[in-house]
């Protein structure tokens, strides 16, 4: 099978040749570079050989433009926090208006996709990285959201609005060049570029939006669920297909998960434990748990999230060998 057709069979929770696996990280050295970024990230999937790319930008390539700054501290997992925030007053939301895609942010990420799939013809689906409305807002007000969606709803509400649209063009322009680049001659099959969402412990309006807009135009839109305390039937209820989060830490697990979701779960290993400071048995160990959960259908091997920066190369080794995957020997793995 080629990993299009693996991937998609996994959504289907049909038998696959091999179980499909992917995983993906933060390039902190290089990502403030769009083509460096796409050229770390490549070198990254040629070495490991998921079945699909997810394009990993810096953390505020999405509020920058609105007035974000991020620190030059790196945390553990890859990505830079807010070191300042551009709503810190009530007054500030009225500056969020919708962003054109020549804004720096925006733009260097489409640019790092298109590096990515044009340049190089990545050889499965391509992913670009998009938060949802409601983690966008955070990351503009950090903790003052909560306030304000109490004490000044409307405004919280005008903002996300204006934060959906920028998200729907920039979604826009990634199935336009992914459609051009299907017209391209020279390729054997063209990669999907598809939406992948990230949301917070609640779902607002705006995210379900976001996913029902892009939903019919992507062939593959998975939807990240980040936290310890989600309320997972809610995020099962959104239009996507294919689930991730930290089954190993935060739950449900990937058996659990598969009675509310459609479509395939993603995940089985924990990026924190087997993945960084384990041992290559013990991560092998849990991708054939995961396996077992899941009868081995509808489920992508990967982590609960971004890989950190210390994970073990001999650890992602010997987990996708052990399910029949191949890893390009000779590259050096991008730090």
């Not at 799939?117 to 955070?138: E, G, K, M």
């Not at 992914?178 to 570029?193: E, F, N």
Request: aromatic share 6%.
């Amino acid at each position: 099978m080629t990993k299009f057709e693996r991937v998609q069979a996994a959504l289907k929770r049909e038998p696959t040749d091999r179980p499909p696996y992917a995983f993906w990280r933060h390039f902190p050295d290089v990502d403030r570079s769009a083509a460096a970024l796409a050229q770390s990230t490549l070198r990254f999937h040629e070495r490991y050989g998921s079945d699909f790319l997810k394009v990993t930008p810096t953390g505020g390539y999405a509020v920058e433009d609105w007035g974000c700054v991020e620190s030059d501290e790196v945390a553990p997992d890859g990505h830079r926090p807010c070191a300042r925030h551009a709503v810190t007053s009530f007054d500030d939301w009225k500056k969020i208006r919708p962003l054109r895609l020549e804004s720096t942010g925006w733009g260097a990420h489409l640019e790092t996709i298109l590096r990515c799939v044009v340049d190089r013809r990545a050889d499965c689906s391509t992913l670009p990285t998009i938060f949802s409305p409601l983690s966008l807002a955070r990351k503009l007000s950090g903790e003052r959201l909560n306030y304000d969606l109490k004490e000044n709803p409307q405004a919280v509400t005008d903002a996300l609005e204006a934060i959906t649209e920028t998200i729907l063009t920039f979604a826009d322009a990634c199935f336009l060049e992914g459609r051009r680049a299907s017209s391209t001659p020279s390729w054997r099959r063209a990669p999907t570029c598809t939406p992948r969402t990230s949301t917070g412990a609640s779902a607002s309006p705006t995210t379900g939006a976001c996913s029902s807009t892009c939903g019919p135009k992507s062939k593959l839109t998975v939807l990240h669920c980040h936290g310890s305390n989600l309320m997972f039937d809610v995020l099962a209820a959104l239009p996507a297909h294919a689930w991730n989060w930290d089954d190993r830490r935060a739950g449900p697990s990937l058996r659990d998960a598969q009675r509310h979701v459609p479509g395939a779960v993603i995940g089985g290993l924990d990026q924190w434990g087997a993945l960084r400071d384990g041992t290559p048995d013990a991560a092998s160990a849990e991708a054939q748990d995961a396996l077992a959960q899941t009868g081995g259908r509808g489920v992508i091997l990967g982590a609960g999230c971004v890989l950190p920066s210390q994970t073990s190369d001999l650890a992602l080794v010997e987990v996708i060998k052990s399910i029949g995957g191949q890893v390009r020997l000779g590259l050096i793995r991008p730090q």
